[in-house]
Structure formats: structure tokens, C-alpha cells
């Protein structure tokens, strides 16, 4: 008799290999949690893995859940998870067997709310400023005329477009574009590759280094323009040595790289406008100093003029000059005659009364040694004068020679100060004329391109423009129903209509002929 608890009986519990129980298990937690929302802190994240995938884990104060986003589903995410991060994952929860471990494929994930990615936004922010990045001291002023600018943007986005169309109503200037993503995944990488690119561009070499940088892009929420709050792309803008300004979102829209930028731009419109002044104004300004400049010119030759005829009118005549020496010497001619007259007179007193005192033998020697002195002194009385005289006469001559020469050096300077200014008054018309010719051939060639495309050249070839009663253009016959008042456009004027019953079926719409291609400019496009 076999026993009842024989442990050789057979059981009626089914048996399962290892990879059948786990497939079970994996098919029932897939059926009961296919889609679901979890809430929770982003833990383990170390960025994507080297095959695309990120793994990490999402914890709350009690359990833990390991996640894993697929490369696909990374590549897609509106922004990029960070460690620590409040988020909101949607997805459905599988096992992987290897380990014996449930997780979560997440298929989306968003911010557990705006406040999340603001204390994130706030934290970085203290962070960067306590390193000094956002220091007002490191910011520098923008060139007033850069020749080549460069732009940091999405070559397909309406951004550059607005860029490149301000910046050639204002002041046409070369203009370099680094193509990138301006969201999603690797945009913030792109973004400072872009600015270290440019700044380690050489001066001289095949491409232009910019003398200021824009980084632009359209406005979108928190989490559109999160990549410009990338840590790395604020430290590629502070560390920039080109001058730069940030063009990210609308005017409401703030990011971290506006605060390291060297200028913040409320639009890219707005950015285009800080880059460059406006050129008409500069011509105009440049005029208005020209002809301040040629007024100030002729005012400083006025005063001149003015001063020198006073100045000549201050100047004595040589009459004048001369009257004074004139008459010194008319009394000094006079009293040497007198003067002749009483030394002879006196010596004639004084001989008269030693006479009477004297031989005649020692008087007649006497007198003849008294004649040969009085001849002496005659003689050199006579020189003197004569040399007295001559010295008088060459001091006139000498003042009369440097009266006669200062006015003619005077009239030398005023003739060749005024030549000049002739001649630069002569190059300063030939130049405005020049640059007018050149203005006005340019508005010649731009009515003949408006000429060249406008619509009623095509009406000179016996077509007609149809329009509605509003006057808009009737593009499709279907629009035009029985009793519909219409006007006919031809070349020669326009005729009313009233459309009939009946027509033709819509045939096939006519191959758009291609464009013309517009005029090339120096400027090449991107599109």
C-alpha cells in the first residue's frame, strides 16, 4: 500500500521554466499597467548612454522605480532631464528579465510644473552669478560699424530672415551664418560650439571673423527655450571675446544667456538694429558736419580778414615814423652851426685874453698849434656827423623796407589760405555729385526690376484680370457663380461683366512658371 504523503506521487502544480514565469509575469505587468502617469524625482541620471538610451531611476520619499527613455524617445523630448528634477513621466511599466526588475518606458516626460523648472532656472542662475558670469564689469560695448556680423541661429526658421532683411534696409554688411538647432536634443551643444567656432575664426582668414555675434531665436515656452539656459552655452557667451548680443524669444522672454550676452535684444528685429546704425542717418549727419564745417571755414576767414584790416588800420605811416627821426635830426643839423659859432667864439675870447699875456714869437707858435688842433677837431667833427648822419639813414631805410614787406607776406597767406580752401570746396561738389549719380542709377535699376515685375506687362500680352465685386482676384472658375458681377482688367482699361450659366469643367491648373531670379546682391542667401 503506497502512502498518501509518498513524496514520489506525482503533483498537480504546473511547472514553469524560469523564462516562461518571467514572460508571464512581463505580459501581466504589461497588460495592467500599459499607460501610465508617474510623478516623482529624477535619481542616477548621467546623461544618455553611449548607444542613445538614458537609464535612471525616479524616487519619491518612499520607493523607487528604475526608468529607461529610448534613443527615439529621447531625441523628441522638449527638454533634457537632469538630475534631481521634479517630472511628470507618461509610459507603461514592463520588467526586464536579466534581472529579475521592473521599470517604466517612459514615452513622454514634462516638468511636474513651470515652478519646478523655474527653482532649477533660479539655482543655476545664483550659481553662475556667484561665479562672476553675469558681472556688469565684464561686458563690453558693441562696435559702432562692424563689417561682418555673425549669426548664431536656424537657417530654415523666419529668424534670419528677419535678420538679414533688417540689416540690408539699415546698413548693408557681410553677414556670416552658423546653422544650428535651436531646440531639442544636442541644440544647446551646437549653440556654444557655434560661439567658440566663430571666436577661434583668425583675423585675415578664409572666412571673416565677425566684429559682433547675435544668437537669436523665436519666442516659445519654458521649455522651447530651455537649451539657452544651458550651463555650457552661458559659459560660451561669457567667455566670448566678440562682442554679443542675445536674441532668444520675445521681450517677455528671459534666459540665462541674455544675462551673459554683452546686449540683450527684446526681438532679432531689435538685434539687427543694436548691430548696425541706420546709413541714411550717418549721410545725413555726415552732411550736416560738411557744410557746418565750410561755414565754420568761411566764418574763421571773415574774422581773419577782418582782424587784418584792423590791424593795418592800427599801423602807423611811414611819414609818421619818420617825422620824429626827421626832425631830431633838422635840430642837430641846426645846433652844430650854433654850436660852431659859440666854441669859436670862445676860444676866440680865451686866445684874445692869453694873447695879452704873451710874446709874439710864442704867440705865433701857439696860434699855429691851436690852428692844427682846431683843424683835427673840424675833421673829426665832420666824420662824426657823416657817420652819425649814415647810421640815421639806414635805421629808416631798415624800417622802411619791413613796413613795406609785412603786408605783402600778409596778402601771400591770405591768397594761399584761400586757394586751398577753392580747391577743397571743389572736391567736396565733385564728391556730392558723384554720390548722387550713384544714387540715382541705383533707383533707376530698382524701378526697371519693379518695372520688370509687374503684373500689367503680362496684360500688354492680351491677357485679362479678372475681380470680384470686392475687387480681390478671381483666381479658380469654381468661385464664380451665375449672375456674379465681375471686372475685366485688359491693358487699355476695364470692362464690366456678368458671368453667365455654364462653363467648362476646372481643367488641370496650369505649371507655375519658375521665378526670376532675383538680382544678385554681395550678400549671399541662404535660401
Request: overall charge positive; hydrophobic content about 40%.
Amino acid at each position: 500500500m503506497t502512502s498518501f504523503f509518498d513524496s514520489d506521487s506525482p503533483s498537480n502544480v504546473a511547472e514553469y521554466s524560469v523564462s516562461e514565469l518571467s514572460g508571464s509575469i512581463k505580459r501581466t505587468l504589461e497588460q495592467a499597467f500599459e499607460h501610465v502617469r508617474v510623478r516623482g524625482e529624477i535619481s542616477g541620471y548621467r546623461g544618455p548612454h553611449s548607444s542613445g538610451h538614458a537609464y535612471f531611476a525616479l524616487k519619491d520619499d518612499r520607493a523607487r522605480i528604475e526608468a529607461v527613455i529610448w534613443k527615439g524617445t529621447f531625441a523628441r523630448l522638449k527638454f533634457r532631464p537632469e538630475e534631481g528634477m521634479e517630472v511628470i513621466a507618461t509610459g507603461r511599466v514592463t520588467t526586464f528579465p536579466g534581472s529579475s526588475k521592473y521599470q517604466i518606458v517612459i514615452d513622454s516626460l514634462e516638468p511636474a510644473g513651470a515652478g519646478a523648472l523655474m527653482a532649477l532656472l533660479e539655482e543655476r542662475k545664483r550659481k553662475l552669478a556667484a561665479e562672476g558670469l553675469f558681472d556688469p564689469a565684464r561686458k563690453r560695448p558693441l562696435p559702432f560699424m562692424p563689417k561682418v556680423i555673425g549669426v548664431v541661429t536656424s537657417p530654415t526658421g523666419a529668424v534670419i530672415r528677419d535678420i538679414l532683411h533688417r540689416i540690408a534696409d539699415r546698413f548693408p554688411v557681410h553677414v556670416v551664418v552658423w546653422p544650428v538647432r535651436v531646440q531639442g536634443d544636442g541644440a544647446s551643444e551646437e549653440v556654444a560650439a557655434a560661439i567658440r567656432g566663430f571666436n577661434a575664426l583668425e583675423e585675415g582668414g578664409p572666412i571673416a571673423r565677425p566684429d559682433v555675434l547675435i544668437v537669436a531665436r523665436g519666442g516659445g515656452s519654458l521649455e522651447d527655450l530651455w537649451g539657452f539656459n544651458d550651463e555650457a552655452v552661458v559659459r560660451a557667451a561669457a567667455a566670448s571675446g566678440i562682442p554679443l548680443i542675445s536674441a532668444v524669444g520675445h521681450e517677455t522672454d528671459w534666459t540665462l544667456i541674455d544675462h551673459a550676452a554683452d546686449q540683450r535684444a527684446p526681438t532679432p528685429t531689435g538685434a539687427a538694429e543694436m548691430a548696425v546704425p541706420v546709413k541714411a542717418d550717418l549721410e545725413a549727419q555726415l552732411a550736416n558736419l560738411s557744410a557746418r564745417l565750410q561755414a565754420a571755414a568761411t566764418r574763421q576767414m571773415d574774422h581773419r580778414r577782418h582782424a587784418l584790416r584792423a590791424l593795418a588800420r592800427a599801423l602807423p605811416s611811414l611819414d609818421q615814423l619818420l617825422a620824429l627821426p626827421r626832425r631830431r635830426f633838422d635840430e642837430a643839423a641846426a645846433g652844430l652851426g650854433r654850436g660852431l659859432q659859440m666854441n669859436t667864439a670862445n676860444k676866440r675870447r680865451s686866445f684874445e685874453r692869453i694873447a695879452a699875456h704873451l710874446r709874439s714869437e710864442l704867440l705865433t707858435t701857439k696860434i699855429r698849434e691851436h690852428r692844427r688842433h682846431l683843424l683835427e677837431a673840424m675833421s673829426k667833427a665832420e666824420r662824426c656827423v657823416e657817420r652819425q648822419i649814415d647810421r640815421r639813414q639806414a635805421h629808416v631805410s631798415a624800417a622802411d623796407a619791413s613796413l613795406r614787406a609785412l603786408p605783402s607776406r600778409l596778402l601771400g597767406q591770405i591768397h594761399r589760405a584761400s586757394d586751398r580752401i577753392s580747391g577743397l570746396s571743389t572736391r567736396a561738389d565733385g564728391a556730392m555729385a558723384a554720390e548722387l549719380r550713384r544714387l540715382k542709377g541705383a533707383l533707376v535699376a530698382q524701378d526697371r526690376v519693379l518695372q520688370s515685375l509687374s503684373y500689367r506687362n503680362i496684360l500688354q500680352r492680351g491677357f485679362a484680370l479678372v475681380r470680384d465685386g470686392a475687387g480681390d482676384p478671381v483666381k479658380q472658375a469654381a468661385a464664380v457663380t451665375p449672375g456674379m458681377a465681375l471686372s475685366l482688367e485688359f491693358a487699355d482699361g476695364s470692362v464690366s461683366a456678368v458671368a453667365g450659366e455654364g462653363g467648362s469643367a476646372p481643367t488641370e491648373a496650369p505649371k507655375k512658371r519658375p521665378a526670376r531670379p532675383a538680382e544678385p546682391t554681395k550678400q549671399g542667401s541662404l535660401f
